[in-house]
Structure formats: C-alpha cells, structure tokens
C-alpha cells in the first residue's frame, strides 16, 4: 500500500498548481488524508487534511484562503489546488494517510501519526 503524489513543477509566483494523491493497493475510503511539506533545513509541517466523509477540511495560516483540499473517492484520489503562490511555498510536499472509523475528524499532525505515506513532489515558486 502507498501514496503517489504528482502534479509539483516550477511555477512563478502568483501561479497556481494543483497536486494529486493516488492510492495505489488500498482504498482511501476509511483514511483521512492530509498534506504536508518540508523545505531544506525545516521541520515537516501540515498545510492541510480532509476527512473520510470530505465534508470536514483544515488548513494551516499560511496557506488558508489560497489552498483548497478535496477528494475524489471514485478515483482513488486526493486534490490539493494552490493559487496566489508564493516563494515561500517552495518545499518537497507529502501526502499521508491515517486509517479512522471516524468520518468527520481530520488533524494535519504530527506526521508520526500518519502510516501511509507517499515519496513526494517537488514544488517550486521563483521567478
């Protein structure tokens, strides 16, 4: 079972990119998922999570209002659509899964939480 993500690339500030998650020998059904991402020399952080039922999404102050997190059940698949880029959103960006019975709960770490997670891709914001 694992996650792969595409979709990252080099993208002017101001862009937009929008990033998938597919899960590849499992269902993502009863996983809530959330995004991460780690720029050199930082500490991994979570920008966003959706819950199982997709009805309950989180996003962490400096992405609020610029991301959007959504999921597609019949493809297996979890979004996360970046506009207004900045700079500073340059980081390698992770999607991970937590199994729940829990429809309506989603938290964006800590990442040790997390047991599924994808290889990551690298997003880009210069000029």
């Known amino acids: 079972s694992r996650l792969v993500e595409s979709g990252g690339g080099l993208v002017q500030p101001g862009g937009s990119l929008r990033l998938s998650c597919v899960a590849s020998g499992f269902t993502l059904d009863y996983y809530y998922i959330a995004w991460f991402r780690q720029a050199p020399g930082k500490e991994r952080e979570g920008v966003s999570c959706i819950s199982t039922s997709g009805d309950i999404t989180k996003y962490s102050d400096p992405v609020k209002d610029r991301f959007t997190i959504s999921r597609d059940a019949a493809k297996n698949t979890v979004y996360l659509e970046m506009n207004s880029l900045k700079p500073e959103d340059t980081a390698m960006y992770y999607c991970?899964?937590?199994?729940?019975?829990?429809?309506?709960?989603?938290?964006?770490?800590?990442?040790?939480?997390?047991?599924?997670w994808g290889q990551g891709t690298q997003v880009t914001v210069s000029s």
């Open positions: 991970a899964a937590v199994i729940t019975n829990l429809q309506h709960i989603c938290l964006m770490g800590p990442p040790i939480r997390f047991n599924v």
